[in-house]
T-cell receptor
Framework: EPEVTQTPSHQVTQMGQEVILRCVPISNHLYFYWYRQILGQKVEFLVSFYNNEISEKSEIFDDQFSVERPDGSNFTLKIRSTKLEDSAMYFCAKSGTGAYEQYFGPGTRLTVT | RKEVEQDPGPFNVPEGATVAFNCTYSNSASQSFFWYRQDCRKEPKLLMSVYSSGNEDGRFTAQLNRASQYISLLIRDSKLSDSATYLC?????????????FGKGTKLSVKP
């Protein structure tokens, strides 16, 4: 499976600032996902995105989060007003050819200070 | 009850050993199951899907018992490069495409 790429690899931001995390570029895939993993904890589903719309979202994905595909290729996750507890690895994933298989990008480490 | 439960380990084994990981899941309607491996501070990587009939890929064998809601992974002839955290994953069918529910993982350390 081709790789999923993400930028930046590490983002440091101050509490209350907005951050945008990117999957770059993705084409010819129907489903995209964002997950997060707080250090030492399990990987948690945030949101799935299909045909330029949110397909499903978890309880974690509250009003401070949004996703979009602004130019038809980049897939972004925006956190509007970051909190200390948003510090985590954020993984973008794409659907695979097998039933419900998903392939993850290398992640963005977000550190909120 | 947690959705996907695994023994956290760590499992410390010598090279060449056989090691088995177990996992239970709570949603009896789950349809798809996977093992991922995750190296320290890296992304999860799909190791194998798990089917009811059981499946094997080289040194790795996965089994699924739907009645017991139990998934296993067997690694034979362990290599140093097998050292990682092994994640039991279940697909949850909330929408038109499942999202993945992860266990916390079982850490494996293979020693020379």
């Amino acid at each position: 499976e081709p790789e999923v790429t993400q930028t930046p690899s590490h983002q440091v931001t101050q509490m209350g600032q907005e951050v945008i995390l990117r999957c770059v570029p993705i084409s010819n895939h129907l489903y995209f996902y964002w997950y997060r993993q707080i250090l030492g904890q399990k990987v948690e589903f945030l949101v799935s995105f299909y045909n330029n719309e949110i397909s499903e979202k978890s309880e974690i994905f509250d009003d401070q989060f949004s996703v979009e595909r602004p130019d038809g290729s980049n897939f972004t996750l925006k956190i509007r007003s970051t909190k200390l507890e948003d510090s985590a690895m954020y993984f973008c994933a794409k659907s695979g050819t097998g039933a419900y298989e998903q392939y993850f990008g290398p992640g963005t480490r977000l550190t909120v200070t | 009850r947690k959705e996907v439960e695994q023994d956290p380990g760590p499992f410390n084994v010598p090279e060449g050993a056989t090691v088995a990981f177990n996992c239970t899941y709570s949603n009896s309607a789950s349809q798809s199951f996977f093992w991922y491996r995750q190296d320290c501070r890296k992304e999860p990587k799909l190791l194998m899907s798990v089917y009811s009939s059981g499946n094997e890929d080289g040194r790795f064998t996965a089994q699924l018992n739907r009645a017991s809601q139990y998934i296993s992974l067997l690694i034979r002839d362990s290599k140093l490069s097998d050292s990682a955290t092994y994640l039991c994953v279940v697909a949850n069918y909330g929408g038109s495409q499942g999202n993945l529910i992860f266990g916390k993982g079982t850490k494996l350390s293979v020693k020379p």
